[in-house]
C-alpha cells in the first residue's frame, strides 16, 4: 500500500497545481486522508478500499460554481478507475472505490452504502467543518469574488440563506447542518466538536458586527 499511496499523492500534487481552489488544494487532499484513516481504524472499514477513495475523491476538478458540479463526484470516480487500471491496482477492490467516490460529494446526493463510502464521505465532510472548514470557506469566497457577508441581517434571521450571494450564509444554507448528515459514530463525535467551533466562530462574529445596534 505504501507504494500505491506514493503514487497516489504524486499524482493528485500534479493535479492540485492546476487548481486555483484554494480550498481543494493537495493540503485538502492530505487531510481528508488523514481523517478517513482514522475513521476507517475505528469503523473497521477496508483501507484498501479507503486509502485510495480520500486520495483520488476529487482527481478531477470542477469548480463549485460550475454547472458541472452536480456530475463532479462521477466523474472523478470513472476516472479513478482507469487511473487504478493504468497502475494495476487489485481489480476486485475497483467498483467498491468507484462508489466511495461517487457517494462522497454533498451535492451528487447519492447514499452510501458501504462503510467504506461512509468513511470517505464522512472524512470530506468534517473537513468542511470546524477551524479548518471556516479557513476554506473563505478562502473560497476570495477565488469566487463573493461578498463576505450581507450587511442587512447578516445571520439570516428574517430571511433564507443564500450563498451564492455571500459567504456567511454558507454557514446557515449548509456548514452548520453537516453534523446532521454524518454517518458514522467516530464521524459524529469528530463533527461534535468542529460543530461546537464554527459556533464559537459565528458567536464572536456576531459580536463583533452586531454590538451596539
Not at 481528508?32 to 485510495?52: D, F, G, H
Not at 476529487?58 to 470516480?77: F, G, N, P, T
Not at 456548514?175 to 464559537?200: F, I, V, W, Y
Request: glycine residues 2%; charged residues 25%.
Amino acid at each position: 500500500m505504501e507504494k500505491f499511496e506514493r503514487t497516489f499523492e504524486n499524482y493528485m500534487t500534479t493535479i492540485c497545481l492546476e487548481n486555483p481552489d484554494p480550498s481543494h488544494d493537495i493540503l485538502h487532499v492530505k487531510r481528508v486522508v488523514k481523517i478517513a484513516k482514522n475513521l476507517a481504524t475505528q469503523e473497521q472499514a477496508n483501507l484498501q478500499v479507503v486509502i485510495p477513495a480520500a486520495y483520488l475523491h476529487d482527481c478531477v476538478y470542477i469548480s463549485k460554481i460550475d454547472d458541472l458540479r452536480k456530475q463532479a463526484s462521477k466523474i472523478s470516480a470513472d476516472k479513478a478507475v482507469e487511473l487504478l487500471t493504468q497502475w494495476a491496482y487489485p481489480k476486485d477492490l475497483v467498483p467498491s472505490i468507484h462508489h466511495a467516490i461517487l457517494a462522497h460529494s454533498f451535492s451528487a446526493k447519492v447514499i452510501a452504502e458501504s462503510v467504506e463510502a461512509k468513511v470517505v464521505q464522512d472524512a470530506d465532510r468534517l473537513d468542511a467543518m470546524g477551524a479548518t472548514g471556516i479557513f476554506r470557506c473563505f478562502a473560497f469566497s476570495g477565488l469566487a469574488k463573493r461578498p463576505l457577508y450581507r450587511s442587512e441581517d447578516p445571520f439570516c434571521e428574517n430571511r433564507f440563506p443564500d450563498d451564492s450571494d455571500n459567504t456567511l450564509d454558507h454557514f446557515f444554507n449548509k456548514l452548520l447542518h453537516l453534523q446532521d448528515k454524518l454517518n458514522t459514530p467516530s464521524a459524529k463525535r469528530e463533527g461534535m466538536l468542529r460543530l461546537q467551533a464554527m459556533n464559537t466562530f459565528l458567536g464572536s462574529l456576531r459580536r463583533e458586527l452586531l454590538d451596539g445596534e
